[in-house]
């Protein structure tokens, strides 16, 4: 990703470029060029570093399984992050379909049940094409995504379920994002659209 800064001092501004998917990532990296001015890094280091920048593993990583691009970011999820997966599922290209598969958010409070709820509304309002929920708060996620237009959802109750069901779904051309709480375990999903051939051809 590439992005432009106006900063105040004319030397940082200017293109700087991410190997990070996301338009949230341009916002940290914001943060990442102000301290590192402050600290006295000169642009070309803190380019530098910008463009080193990796993602650790399940989170917004991107990797290729026979035509389907999948982001996994897998390893935790709050109703901010949830959303912030989504709108870059729906900025990826894609020749085929956006596919979201969302497991539970976990330690909420008595929260839980609005941002799951909004969690499924937007998911719909993002232009995701199927989406697949798992976990105790499925019902929930699932009744946000109808409320909002969204027809194409499917509800199970354990990863597994849902990993053999996303499986046999994926098409070539499709991008598909995995995304939930570290608690749902949701890398089961990847272990198992890793196992063998799973994708059709259009």
């Not at 937007?122 to 946000?144: I, T």
């Not at 509800?155 to 994002?177: I, M, R």
Request: glycine share 10%.
């Amino acid at each position: 990703m590439t992005f432009r800064v106006e900063a105040p001092a004319q030397d940082f501004s200017g293109d700087y470029r991410l190997h990070l998917v996301g338009r949230h990532q341009a916002a940290n990296a914001l943060y990442a060029i102000a301290l590192g001015q402050e600290l006295g890094l000169s642009r070309t280091q803190i380019e530098h570093g910008l463009a080193e920048c990796q993602p650790s593993k399940m989170r917004l990583q991107t990797w290729e399984l026979n035509g389907v691009q999948v982001l996994d970011d897998a390893y935790n999820a709050n109703a901010d992050s949830m959303v912030a997966a989504l709108q870059t599922l729906q900025d990826l290209p894609s020749k085929g379909r956006r596919i979201a598969v969302l497991g539970d958010m976990a330690e909420l409070g008595p929260h839980s049940e609005a941002a799951h709820e909004e969690v499924g509304r937007r998911a719909a309002e993002l232009g995701v094409g199927q989406l697949f929920v798992g976990g105790k708060m499925a019902v929930v996620m699932a009744r946000g995504a109808r409320a909002a237009g969204l027809d194409r959802v499917f509800e199970f109750s354990d990863v597994e379920t849902a990993g053999a069901a996303v499986k046999s779904f994926l098409k070539e051309g499709d991008v598909l994002l995995l995304k939930a709480s570290r608690a749902s375990r949701l890398e089961r999903i990847t272990d198992l659209l890793k196992s063998g051939e799973v994708v059709r051809k259009n």
